[in-house]
């Protein structure tokens, strides 16, 4: 547009040459080259700036309306001034080159409509008013040619701008879709908080930009939620998620991005955060927020929350691993409910290995291979005569090697498996033991889970079925732990098994603190002593005389006591003279496969 503008001058001036020379004409036309090459350097130097902000676009389109509108009305005042001299040679032919340069500028600014108008409505219709009032026929014509493609250019811009507002439309609508499908894809829907990918890109952003290891990852869950998902259902369970994301999120700090993962998963960046100590500092209000319940409807909910936290510093690993490693901390706070916030250390890598690996084995349909059960006899003390077995557990993982009962029982329990691990090893030691001589009993473990199922006693009691086996052969131990969760349903539990006939007896009695309260709820058939209370008596007279008061209080209520981990001949001799009924332990036999007791009379199957 300015080159044609400049072009348009210098012909101007070319033909003025010849004619008398004009003042005017002369400044004009280097007023119009000036203008033009000055806004060439300019548009040229702006190509290479970053874009501009919206304001100041708006400010540059102002201008540009306001700058044509005022290059339009001087050339058109020119021209008519020009065209009021009849005399003037000029009048013929400087409206003609001022009139094309009008309608070559509004040509080019069909983009910006309002600036294509303004050099219409200045320039062009006025000095095509004026030829049509000019008085001469030639300059009439030309009036009358200028109107009929004013006409047109008003046309034109109308349909080239209609199309413009076209296209500008459906790219903000691309836009605005492309902005939301970003938004869906970095969004949990149903508490709005950024998701996993979200969270991942943040991490991964840290990395890029370098050096700052002031970062901590957490790991938050909520402890029961599947109970609640399951019991109350999904509707509930969302609605609780969406309370617990909102009360977290008054908690953030600026800066620092809370996320949800999935599922009842909360993920937490802090940063400025410089060590592990000042990282759990942070998340103390995170556990406090669910010491009150959340209202979920008509409900009060009440939830806990397990937190796992690395530190980069500490760690010193990038930043997305610290997802994994806080992740091993969260898993190793769960399985500890009285921690709430777990700092990740390195021992806990392989721990959490172990568990995950057993978990899957534990869950998988493949009927638990490798798992077996030992058989540990229990003798009467008197004579030494044996009077059964206890069974115990084992399991040789394919990865894993020998696993012992105390982790996989508890790993289980925490898992929901530990039912298909009961039923698997009571139909094992029940196919063993009713190979046995009548007057031997087994002895079951029950975890503390189990106790509480309504089912456990009808399902021991098929499988007692499916083997042929009397349920009166047939001792179930029960920890101290095991009556904890739930006492009275524990204590109807254990009475309906009695009432079936077995026996039901409390194990580990002396390892915690309350059992003697539950002696007062629950009848047991008999009570077995914790190894912890046995160890040490044949050295220690305080562990002696410990151990003399708590045989007493057993044989005070009547109760028939065992007494296990005996290993020592005079461990034997001082739990004899006690009179503790039955004894188990190393010095009568570890843990074994199956063993042989077919035949013979029981005196014959005496330890003595
Ligand atoms: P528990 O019922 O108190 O079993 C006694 C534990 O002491 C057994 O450990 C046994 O091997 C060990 N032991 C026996 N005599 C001696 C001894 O003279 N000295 C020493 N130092 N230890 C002795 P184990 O087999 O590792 O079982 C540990 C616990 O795992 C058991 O404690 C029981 O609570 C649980 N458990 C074992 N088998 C099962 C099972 O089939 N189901 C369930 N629910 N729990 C089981
Ligand atoms: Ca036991
Ligand atoms: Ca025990």
């Known amino acids: 547009m300015y080159l044609v503008l400049i072009c348009n001058s210098a012909f101007l001036e070319y033909v003025t040459m010849h004619g008398p020379f004009t003042l005017g004409s002369c400044l004009i036309t280097l007023c ?29 389109l102002r201008g540009t309306i306001v700058t044509a509108f005022l290059v339009a009305a001087f050339l058109a005042a020119w021209s008519i001034s020009l065209l009021m001299e009849p005399g003037s040679a000029a009048r013929h ?15 080019c600014l069909i983009g910006v409509p309002l600036a294509a108008y303004a050099v219409i409505g200045a320039g062009t219709v006025p000095i095509a008013l004026a ?57 949990d829907q149903l508490t709005g908080l950024p998701n996993r990918r979200a969270f991942i890109d943040a ?9 700052d290891r002031a970062v901590a990852v957490a790991m938050l869950d909520l402890d029961g939620f599947k109970a609640i998902n399951d019991t109350l259902g999904h509707a509930t369970g969302d609605a609780l998620l969406a309370a617990v994301s909102r009360r977290l999120s008054d908690i953030v700090r600026p800066g620092d991005m809370l996320a949800r993962l999935g599922g009842d998963e909360f993920a937490l960046l802090m940063r400025h955060v410089e060590d592990l100590a000042a990282a759990k500092d942070r998340l103390c209000p995170f556990a406090d927020a ?46 500890l409910p009285s921690l709430r916030i777990c700092a990740f250390e390195e021992s806990m890598a392989e721990r959490v290995r172990r568990r995950i690996l057993i978990e899957q084995a534990a869950g998988a349909d493949d009927g638990l291979p490798g798992l077996s059960v030992h058989f540990q006899p229990i003798v009467e003390t008197a004579s030494l005569r044996l009077t059964g077995f206890e069974a115990l557990a084992r399991w040789r993982h394919a990865e894993l090697g020998e696993i012992m009962p105390a982790e996989f029982i508890a790993i289980a329990e ?3 498996t530990i039912d298909r691990f009961t039923q698997t090893l009571l139909h094992q030691a029940l196919s063993e033991a009713a190979t046995w001589p009548d007057d031997l009993r087994l002895s079951f473990n029950l975890s503390a889970a189990e ?14 079925r499916a083997h042929d086996y009397p349920p009166h052969r047939l001792a179930i131990e029960v920890t101290e732990s095991a009556l904890l969760n739930d006492i009275a349903a524990a204590g109807r539990m254990i009475e309906e098994l009695r009432a079936a006939g077995l026996h039901v007896l409390l194990d580990d009695f002396g390892a915690g603190f309350a059992s003697i309260g539950y002696l007062r709820h629950i009848r047991f058939d008999e009570i077995k002593l914790d190894g912890s209370l046995i160890r040490g008596i ?19 209520i009547g109760m028939p006591v065992t007494a296990e981990m005996v290993e020592t001949e005079e461990q034997l001799e001082l739990l004899r003279a006690l009179g503790v009924n039955k004894l188990q332990g190393y010095l009568f036999g570890r843990p074994s496969g199956a063993p042989c007791v077919t035949g013979g009379t029981p005196e014959a199957r005496s330890f003595a």
């Open 93 to 107: 032919y400087v409206p003609f080159f001022t009139a094309l340069s009008t309608i070559t500028c509004a040509t």
């Open 538 to 556: 044949d050295h220690c007279p305080r562990a002696r005389d410990l151990l003399v008061g708590v045989v007493h209080l057993c044989r005070s």
């Open 290 to 335: 669910f010491e009150q319940p959340f209202a979920v409807g008509q409900k009060n909910l009440v939830v806990r929350t397990s937190i796992g936290v690395a530190h980069r510093q500490a760690s010193g690993v990038a930043f997305v691993d610290l997802m994994h490693h806080s992740d091993l901390a969260l898993y190793e706070a769960k399985a």
């Open 32 to 60: 119009l080259t000036g203008v033009g090459t000055l806004r060439i350097a300019a548009w040229h130097f702006r190509q290479r700036s970053p874009a501009p902000s919206l304001a100041r676009l708006v400010r540059r």
């Open 203 to 211: 991490l991964e952003n840290l990395e890029r930009r370098g050096h």
């Open 451 to 464: 106790l509480v199922s309504p089912t456990i006693c009808d399902s021991i009691l098929s499988i007692c």
């Open 131 to 187: 030829l049509l009032i000019s008085g001469d026929a030639t300059l009439l014509a030309s009036g009358l040619n200028l109107l009929a493609i004013t006409g047109l250019m008003v046309a034109l811009v109308q349909r080239q701008h209609g199309q413009m507002r076209h296209m500008v439309a459906a790219h903000v609508a691309t836009h605005d879709e492309k902005l939301r499908a970003n938004e869906l894809a970095y969004s």
């Open 414 to 416: 925490r898992h929901g």
